[in-house]
């Protein structure tokens, strides 16, 4: 009765998480922190509560799959400011599509992008390891085999797709790269993503790249992969995503959007018109006031440097501590990343993710993750601080 690509995926991490710590009792009196998720807990401009009530009498309306001209005029503009893009050349009528959050679009681009053959043969989607879940149900559940490309130190936490082989390429239909990465904040530079998008171009792949992170970073704006194409290239198998969870501390908003080739886009309507995933009226009116508006989200940006400043002097250089270059994640070297989740529960009641949850094991029986923990500094300053304090004191 169940469809056995399920069987093929594991528990999502949160729910190994729970089992693993499920027989773990946190000390009493301590307040526990929760830095497993990473949900921003900072305030939401006070505008999108304002924006929902004065837009209640559309409530009984069912929304436009591709929203309303002015949510979708909003995403051009952005996008057109924060990637210096010519005038114009961002279209929201053919190269923009909102998304119910960012996680149901990365899922439903398996289903766009995956033919029962490639090629001939079976298709193949690249995924880096560790890796953001959502990937990996897109390929499984849309019956794509998976390749996981090893993200690690060596190769600065980005993966190395020169790595795959020809015969792999010519199966591929769809690879996916995550900058800002989830979990190691690593940023891809524009040099990168333009040899993603040529070796997409050249192998007939759909590159799904996902920047829900792009507005989350220390001093330098990172580069998005719309900044890899040319003028006339219409954009040409590109597809990047973006999220209003980090960017506005609204994950409970479901706002996102997809942009990109047009032909794609078009499809992707098409697929969303059958999935009817549409994001509310309300919900699309105060999305395009959070996209027009800068100054909460350096406001937040601000709070994340100060978690950040406050993360660098509390480890130093203990736990091979580095200062990401965006998203607001710890991913620290603890040697074991399971065994200092039970601890960091057990002995400070702080919850963090173990990186082998968040990344598969290879063939060779190496999981990238395993020596590592993810801690999401979600929290108000003062309580990160705090319980990074007690962090060090276990480790
Ligand atoms: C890498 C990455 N992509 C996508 C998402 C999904 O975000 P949302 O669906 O809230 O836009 C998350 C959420 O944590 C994430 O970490």
């Given at each position: 009765m169940i469809n056995p690509r399920l069987d093929s995926l594991n528990d999502y991490p949160f729910a190994r998480l729970r089992g693993l710590l499920g027989s773990v009792t946190p000390p009493a009196g301590i307040e526990p922190a929760v830095m497993s998720v990473g949900e921003p807990q900072h305030e939401p401009p006070p505008f999108v509560a304002e924006i929902l009530a004065a837009n209640a009498a559309i409530w009984n309306k069912y929304p436009p799959v591709d929203g309303t001209p002015d949510f979708r005029r909003a995403i051009a503009d952005w996008l057109t400011r924060r990637y210096r893009l010519a005038p114009g050349r961002i279209d929201p009528d053919r190269h923009v599509l909102p998304l119910s959050g960012t996680r149901e679009g990365l899922f439903m681009v398996g289903l766009l992008a995956t033919a029962r053959r490639k090629n001939g043969k079976a298709p193949v989607a690249l995924i880096p390891n560790p890796f953001y879940q959502a990937y990996l149900g897109a390929a499984t559940m849309a019956g794509a085999e998976t390749r996981f490309l090893p993200s690690d130190r060596r190769n600065d936490f980005l993966p190395d797709l020169d790595g795959v082989d020809a015969e792999t390429l010519v199966r591929t239909a769809m690879a996916f790269i995550c900058t800002p990465s989830n979990p190691e904040g690593a940023v891809a530079s524009v040099d990168y993503l333009k040899h993603a998008l040529d070796l997409a171009r050249r192998n007939d792949i759909v590159l799904a790249v996902d920047e829900c992170y792009a507005e989350i970073y220390g001093a330098t704006p990172p580069p998005g992969a719309l900044e890899a194409t040319t003028e006339g290239?219409?954009?040409?198998n590109l597809l990047v995503f973006h999220s209003l969870s980090k960017r506005s501390s609204v994950p409970g908003l479901r706002s996102g959007f997809v942009a990109g080739d047009a032909n794609l886009i078009a499809a992707f309507k098409r697929l969303r018109d059958y999935s009817a995933a549409s994001v509310p009226g309300p919900v699309q009116a105060a999305s395009a006031a959070l996209w027009r508006e800068e100054s909460h989200v350096q406001a937040n940006r601000t709070l994340y440097r100060a978690k950040f400043d406050a993360a660098e002097r509390i480890i130093g250089k203990r736990l091979g501590f580095y200062r990401p270059d965006g998203g607001f994640y710890l991913w620290l070297d603890v040697g074991d990343g399971e065994a200092a989740a039970k601890r960091l529960w057990a002995e400070a009641a702080i919850r963090v993710m173990p990186g082998a949850y968040l990344a598969r094991t290879d063939e060779?029986?190496?999981?990238?993750?395993?020596r590592f923990i993810r801690v999401a500094l979600v929290h108000k300053p003062d309580a990160v601080e705090t319980a990074l304090k007690r962090l060090v004191k276990v480790l």
């Open positions: 290239d219409d954009f040409a060779a029986g190496r999981n990238p993750g395993q």
